[in-house]
């Protein structure tokens, strides 16, 4: 059974009682609204459903490798009609940090370790970057070699996302440019790993591109531009009203989304359709260290789709 701390969301009366209280919905996507390419059974009408009580719904994901114009489109596609200014991807707002807030840092070029839907953000903005795409000119650590490895100037920032290229070239030249203590160093996300339910294969994170460039740099991002870094929740309202007491995020994964959601003082939803199980939210639940306390969610349920059975 779940854990004291956390309510059942899909007691009929609690369900009743967030709808009440609650006026926006801030939805992870990947586990919470589908599994890969697959919607969450009942999970369109649930979201459908809240629009029509007039509720506001955002879409907030940690995933760097669709603009939001694609997001826009797989959204769509998957019974989730949306509008871009809904839509809220780390590669659209690390650009956001880069260009609103580091832009006294960021005058000059930004080093991306990323993909190309990152590329197209920062193009939107018009801020100049170089380093998309494969780059594995140098594969031992003879020093000439690595010498070899040219370094531009004007570098203010590294930027850093899923970079499916990724390579020990990339980071010897990331690590090169962060050994400027002025330049800015910005990830994306720290995500580790994402499971591929009951199969022997593992795709790993953007967390692992993250942490190779962070060991050599021998220093931590200075801002994370997703969950649960908190810049996320002032990009969300640059263009959404929120009021935190009335907002609720909604996630399958406890030290992204739900760490975001209690560090923002938000309300929370874990959902066990991703991520999590009962075993992992119990021992959360049961644990003592102070960092794990701050993963529980508020409320929990198996998928947002049990909504539907509620009010069908
Ligand atoms: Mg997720």
């Known amino acids: 059974p779940i854990g004291m701390t956390v309510k059942l969301a899909n007691c009929e009366s609690v369900f009743r009682n967030i709808l009440s209280k609650i006026d926006t919905f ?27 009580l007039g509720k506001q719904v955002c879409y907030v994901t940690n995933n760097s490798t669709k603009s939001r114009h694609r997001y826009v489109e797989k959204l769509t596609r998957l019974g989730f009609p949306a509008d871009v200014n809904s839509v ?14 580091a832009k006294v840092l960021v005058q000059g070029k930004v080093y991306l370790v990323g993909n190309p839907a990152m590329a197209e953000e920062l193009d939107s903005l018009k801020i100049q970057h ?4 494969p780059d594995n000119q140098v594969t031992t650590q003879d020093h000439d070699e690595v010498r070899s490895c040219a370094l531009e100037n004007d570098v203010s920032a590294v930027l850093v996302g899923y970079d499916g290229h990724i390579s020990y070239t990339k980071m010897i030249k990331a690590a090169s440019y962060l050994n400027d203590p002025k330049c800015l160093y910005v990830a994306t996300n720290e995500d580790h790993r994402m499971p591929l339910n009951g199969e022997r294969h ?10 190779s460039v962070t060991v050599a740099a021998g220093r931590n991002p200075d801002v994370i531009a997703g969950k649960p870094g908190t810049f996320m929740l002032k990009c969300i309202q640059q263009t959404v009203e929120i009021d935190p007491t009335k907002c609720m995020m909604v996630g399958d994964r406890m030290n992204t989304d739900i760490l975001f959601g209690n560090q923002s003082e938000l309300h929370t939803l874990l959902v066990l359709s991703g991520v999590e199980d009962q075993e992992s ?3 959360a639940v049961e644990s003592s260290d102070p960092n794990m306390k ?12 049990d909504w539907y059975a509620i009010y069908e």
Request: proline content about 4%.
């Open 130 to 133: 170089f380093g998309s795409g």
């Open 281 to 283: 939210l119990n021992k």
């Open 202 to 211: 593992v795709v790993p994170g953007t967390g692992c591109v993250v942490a």
């Open 26 to 52: 801030l939805f992870d996507c990947d586990g919470v609204l589908w599994q890969g390419n697959i919607a969450v059974k009942g999970a369109p009408a649930v979201v459908a459903h809240l629009k029509s």
């Open 294 to 305: 701050r993963q529980v969610p508020e409320y929990c349920m198996g998928s947002i789709g």
């Open 88 to 101: 809220f991807s780390t590669a659209y707002t690390s650009a956001l940090y880069l260009k609103n807030i």
